[in-house]
């Protein structure tokens, strides 16, 4: 086993045994292994950099590297896609420990391997790991603690190099097996660059449910800036209130771009929020709920629920409707009622008709303070028509009534 910070300095031997450089890096290839393989290490002689790849490295370890041939290519470094320099891409930066969910400070890289096949397996994230590289060789004895990462768990690497698109591509899987609550808390420890690096690096979806963890600017300033098309998409996923919050909160000519770019049916639902006034139930409303007419039975609502193809994050509540297509609202199920309920019975025989409401210019702090002092899950909001247009859910009314240092220790429900 070996540490970064063991070899780097370290003399560069040929087949003679003479000296002609010294290590100033080691590369690493990155792709889909947990523990990217050492393809070479980076020389320096006086102010030339050139490379020594893996093959004509007979021996590699704390003495430096002892080569096969005498002949060396000493054409400038030049590094290729998919290329990791360990000391100027990984030490001192940051990465996001997916296993501890956690962000840590890269103060040492472990390897471990022999011949010609070294591996990255660890990130070495102690204070020992620092003081290695300060004080000379052989000052610390093995007995000394050191806490190190397994290279597996690495789900970013904070880096200021083109290297970043690759690492993310391989470690994508391991930043998605986080709830986005976790995601959103780390990227947020990163700086706004890295941030972006971290939510773009996600699946539609997964990016969305993200954002929605952050605060409203940090949403705006991520979508700004990565590809609009992919933005665009990315909003597609998000809730409609909040797409409608963050293209608020973005440039106008850069909300309207990304406005006219998302689908039909997502524009039309973020259109009919942009309406309203943001202190206003209407604007702190969301229009994705589940109606059924009240002359269903339990038994072919609970069926019509499993055949949905898309179903609402928000699905403690069911509202029961007049008729098919009509919006107008005569009762409230929740899914428990529903479950529990006789299966032939119909929905307007155990739905509650005596509910409490808002009206689209209700303020917004009035509808918070409903859903808190009656306990609900959910408030639907009624149009002038009697029609159902949207309902505004216990979380959206939390992030009124708390303090803005409590929110974010408050997880939302329905995400």
Known sequence: MLYLSQVLGEPITDARGEQIAQIWDVLVRYGSEDHPPVIGVVAKLRRRLFFIPQRNIKEFGSFGVRMSSTKVDLNPFDRREGEVMLGKDVLDNQLIDVDGKRVVRVN?????????????????ISFQGFFRRLMPK??????RVVEVIDWADVGY??????????????????????????????????????????????????????????STEAQARILEVIEKERAADILEEMSPDDAVDVLGEMDEDKAQEL???????????VAELMRFAH???????????????????????????????????????????EEKESWKLKGIISLRSLILADPEAKL??????????AHPSESAEEVAQTISEYNLLALPVIDDD??????????????????????RRVPRIFS
């Open 348 to 357: 307007e025989d155990i739905m509650r008709s005596d509910f409490r409401f």
């Open 108 to 124: 040492d890289v472990q390897l471990i391997g022999q011949q010609s096949d070294w591996r990255v397996t660890g990130a070495d």
């Open 259 to 269: 406005f006219e770019l998302m689908e039909d049916d997502e524009r039309a639902d």
């Open 386 to 407: 009697g029609d159902l247009a949207g309902i505004v859910t216990v979380d959206d009314a939390m992030e009124i009534l708390l303090p803005r240092s409590v929110q």
């Open 157 to 214: 690497l904070a880096t200021d190099t083109a290297t970043a698109t690759v690492q993310l591509k391989s470690s994508k899987s391991k930043l998605s097996r986080l709830h986005p609550v976790e995601i959103a808390q780390l990227a947020e420890s990163l700086s706004p660059i890295h941030r972006t690096e971290v939510v773009e690096s996600l699946d539609d979806e997964i990016a969305a449910d993200t954002l929605e963890e952050m």
């Open 279 to 321: 202190d206003t139930a209407g604007g702190l409303m969301t229009t994705e709920f589940v109606t059924f007419p009240k002359d269903m039975t339990v038994a072919e609502t609970i069926a019509g629920l499993r055949e949905m193809a898309e179903t609402p994050n928000m699905i403690y509540y069911l509202y029961v409707v």
């Open 138 to 143: 052989g000052f610390f004895g093995s007995e």
